[in-house]
């Protein structure tokens, strides 16, 4: 059953995001979301009182001549590298590298982004119109209704979206459409077959790679367009789950979770085995197998838990030394009682 986030939490998370110092307590993707949003409807009522106060124009005529400005600039940003179907230099104007993405964009999910970012630049530009306005203009109201409706219906998804993502726990925000690195037409292919896994599939996707070959980068770009999509997915490091395994009060969440390794459905372990230079194997199948059963001769509950779970493993590189090295591990998740065909390997 998929992990859905209840209203309830929604609105504690506003509470929390909206009560407090940042500089005390941090910022949460939800609480620099709706700044960042604050900062748009500034942008257009600003520059629409500096338009009218210093040309002819009504308030009218400046609020749709900065809504139109806005519109073009976030069409020229959109529209780019959408028809060049290459990557921007730059993270505020468009300034396309010579390279392709090796995944392409969710354009329709940055086509709604940009829409809604336009939405509220015009709303903050057509409010400064009905506010220096003498007597009520329909049009303005009618607008301002009009984006008022549309942007309470999209700050839900984006607010909510944003609570998927940080509690991901990732380590860094990153896209899969970032992602750089070099890969074969047959991984590249994996990879979007386990992003397409439908809940408790119990799917394993096991990343082997030298150091600085996009191992973490790319596990975290996987789950990042699953947690986009509302998934509940968790990032962990390895050496903390390990003492998870032991924990039995983790049925229990932190006023901080919403849900913790047991409960989401896609799991990412990092940073399983040190890359190269370092060529000895600190943690083995069988020490792995060992904390998973709780150094007991067999753990159910946690075999049952791995088994049914849509899960990411970032190990180490293929020791040259051991050629049998992908497929001890993948010895252990069918000791565990994974199907063979549920287990994808991919070396980059």
């Known amino acids: 059953m998929k992990k859905t986030i209840s209203f309830k939490r929604i609105l504690k998370q506003l509470k929390d995001d909206a009560i407090g110092k940042d500089a005390h307590r941090g910022i949460t993707l939800t609480y620099a979301w709706m700044a960042n949003q604050f900062g748009h409807i500034s ?16 308030a ?13 600039f976030e069409l020229y940003n959109f529209l780019g590298p959408l028809l060049s179907k290459s990557e921007s230099k730059s993270e505020m104007v468009f300034i396309p590298k010579k390279s392709t993405y090796t995944f392409k964009p969710k354009w329709n999910n940055l086509a709604f982004d940009t829409f809604t970012d336009v939405c509220f630049f015009a709303f903050g530009a057509f409010l400064f ?24 219906f999209a700050t839900r998804y984006w607010f909510v979206t944003k609570m998927y993502q940080f509690y991901a726990r ?20 994996k990879v979007e077959q ?10 394993h996707l096991l990343i082997y790679g030298a150091l600085s070959t996009g191992k973490t980068s790319l596990g975290v770009g996987v789950l990042n367009e699953l947690s986009i999509k509302n998934n509940s997915c968790l990032y962990v490091n390895a050496f903390k ?29 990092d940073d399983i085995n040190p890359s190269e230079p370092i060529q000895d194997e600190l943690i083995s199948p069988e020490k792995l197998l060992s904390f998973i059963d709780t150094l ?26 051991n050629i049998n090295y ?23």
């Not at 838990?305 to 590189?317: A, D």
């Open 170 to 189: 990732f380590p860094f925000q990153f896209r899969l459409s970032q992602w750089d690195f070099n890969i074969n037409a047959d991984n590249k292919l």
């Open 241 to 269: 789950m390990f003492n998870y395994f032991f924990n039995d009060e983790d049925d229990v969440l932190e006023e901080h979770e919403i849900w913790n390794w047991k409960t989401a459905d896609f799991l990412m372990i």
């Open 194 to 203: 386990f992003k397409n896994s439908s809940k408790r599939a119990g799917n």
């Open 326 to 348: 992908e497929d001890s591990w993948k010895k252990m998740l069918l000791e565990i009682g994974i199907q063979e065909e549920k287990i994808t390997t991919i070396s980059l």
């Open 296 to 321: 007991k001769p067999i753990n159910k509950v946690n075999r049952n838990i791995l088994r049914n779970k849509n899960i990411i493993w970032v190990l180490g590189n293929k020791q040259p030394i």
């Open 43 to 58: 942008l257009g009522f600003i520059p629409s009182y500096l338009v009218f106060y210093f040309s002819n124009f009504n």
């Open 129 to 152: 119109s009905l506010l220096i306005t003498q007597g009520a203009n329909n049009t303005v109201l009618i607008t301002l209704f009009i984006l008022a409706i549309y942007l309470l």
């Open 60 to 72: 009218v005529k400046s609020a749709i001549y900065v809504s139109v400005f806005w519109l073009l």
